[in-house]
């Protein structure tokens, strides 16, 4: 989902963010994956990194049937990791200048730790419907 930036205060891209990311060393504080890594998600929730083999068939899609590293990736089943921040009080609104209530997360780790919350948030969307 899209994030709407207007939300957020001005210095967001340019302080926030990337202080928080500092200080987790550019790395998922839950799982420790490193920012913009390519990786194979694994059914257990693991990953791993391309074989050879592997890095060889991505470069090869490339220059032959013209796509993009992107596209040949996910062909592949690989995924490039983009860490994002999450509000660990669920609360986008409060623009605290408190760091500690971020979190860097990779994209798996921010799922799972909202799932609980935006499934409660849906509940009292549906039960707001009804009255």
Known sequence: MPIDYKKYPKNWKTEIRPAVLERAGNKCEFCGIKNHSIIK????GTWRNPYQTEWDMIYSRIKYCHSNMTESLKYHGFIRVVLTIAHL????????VK???LAALCQLCHLRYDAKEKYRRKMLNNQMKMF
């Open 41 to 44: 998600r694994l059914p257990d």
């Open 89 to 96: 009080d669920h609360d986008e609104c409060n623009h605290d």
């Open 99 to 101: 760091l500690d209530r």
